[in-house]
């Protein structure tokens, strides 16, 4: 498909993504320089861990320490998949098979295909949740999964190989000899190492703290290969939009930050036992402790509207 074929929706995603004439990648040093200014900050840290222990930092963990305190405790260990968690995992999978699908592409059918192949990762993932789905819930769930992946394509144009397009790419760094890990899984990335886009992809609303994501995505990239990634964008399919951010030391610099400071707090509650802080906000909604946490009653009762 030549770019005069694109639909509006397909051609504002490669003006947005694509790379610039003249664009120079950032200096090697900086990778240097941002790991050195990383390492200095969780030091402290890492002298009160062993590799028998390690600290484990994620999106999740920053993004859930960072907004309240007592639902990143309430969460540690209550994770459960519903049909509103696990229908993304559904349509990102169906991305990944259409990259090497041969023949003609029916959403319908790649969504399919996705159930079944979650369905035999019996080790990982929601494997049991979809098998033990009713015909109504899995039906459900499919309805879900086909309309999101017809925005995507709708949205994006055909991914060529050239692009080196790879769906739920894992990405793990070791610091201070396997005290401390930091560790990634992305929607979806272009290009190969040095120029590469980081793209998360959103069913909803576009959210500031969403940033923040990819610029720990950044982060972990460029410790990973020595080479910081190009430009990150958070797509969302509902709005056919992207919030676009081209990645530059102080970006970097911004993650290395939230990592020390949310590696701090998530040692001190979880080794340290400090009594965990309430901070009500949008988490409310999706809290465990939501039934019978006073604070996060009171917030949800006033109501407020997302920035």
Known sequence: M????????????????????????????????????????LAPLAAKLSPDQPLFISKGSLNTVNGCEAHF???????????SNV?????????????NWRGPVEPADLVDEALTR?????????????????????????????DLYTKFEES???????????????????LFDGRIFLSTRVDL?????????????????IYSNHREDLRFYALVESLRSGQPPRRLATYSLESARADVEEVSEGVLQSAVRRVADGAKLI???????????LNPGPQCRWCPLKDNCETGKQFLERGFEDD
């Open 156 to 174: 994006f144009p055909p991914l060529k190989a050239s692009w080196r397009p790879v769906t739920e790419s894992s990405a793990r760094v070791g």
């Open 87 to 99: 229908r993304g995992t559904v349509m990102h999978k169906a991305v990944e098979l259409s990259i």
């Open 189 to 205: 990335t272009l290009g190969g190492a040095g120029s590469k886009v980081i793209i998360d992809l959103k069913s909803g609303r």
């Open 267 to 277: 040692y001190e509650l979880t080794s340290e036992n400090r009594e965990p802080k």
């Open 118 to 146: 979650l369905e035999d990762e019996e080790s990982r993932g929601p494997s049991d949740f979809i098998v033990k789905l009713s015909p109504g819930e899995r039906a459900q769930l499919r309805s879900y999964a086909v």
């Open 73 to 83: 405790m309430a969460s540690l260990n209550s994770f459960e998949w519903t049909i």
């Open 2 to 41: 030549s770019n005069k074929e694109l639909n509006p929706m397909q051609q504002g995603v490669v003006e947005v993504l694509g790379k610039p004439a003249g664009w120079v990648p950032l200096p090697l040093t900086v990778v240097a320089a941002v790991r050195e200014q990383l390492e200095t900050a």
